[in-house]
């Protein structure tokens, strides 16, 4: 059973940065990706990011603001966001994916104008 934990939402003002984390346990396997989604009210989950150890992808949107990484050996991978804009306020889930999602609980961020 895979079990994701976000870390390292909060409140920050326009311009400035925020580092997500997230640790995974259970089975995880390099080449399967890990990566973030993120959610507003009432909107559908959007991709941001992911990394496998064959590839790493981002949506249009960040446009080269944010940095996702990866520890192959602690199964943690983090979210590096600069640059950050009110526009970015969601929650921001981690996800691991095999033949199916496996969701973390999601982190809140804030972006104030």
């Known amino acids: 059973q895979v079990q994701l934990v976000e870390s390292g939402g909060g409140l920050v003002q326009a311009g400035g940065s925020l580092r997500l984390a997230c640790a995974g346990t259970g089975i995880i396997f390099s080449a399967n990706f890990m990566g973030w989604y993120r959610q507003t009210p009432g909107k559908r989950r959007e991709f941001v990011a992911r990394?496998?150890?064959?590839?790493?992808n981002y949506a249009d949107f960040v446009k080269d603001r944010f940095t996702i990484s990866r520890d192959y050996d602690k199964n943690i991978v983090a979210l590096q966001m600069d640059s950050l804009q009110p526009e970015d306020t969601a929650v921001y889930f981690c996800?691991?994916?095999?033949?199916?999602?496996?969701w973390g609980q999601g982190t809140q961020v804030t972006v104030s104008s």
């Open positions: 990394i496998a150890i064959t590839a790493t």
């Open positions: 996800y691991y994916y095999t033949d199916r999602y496996h």
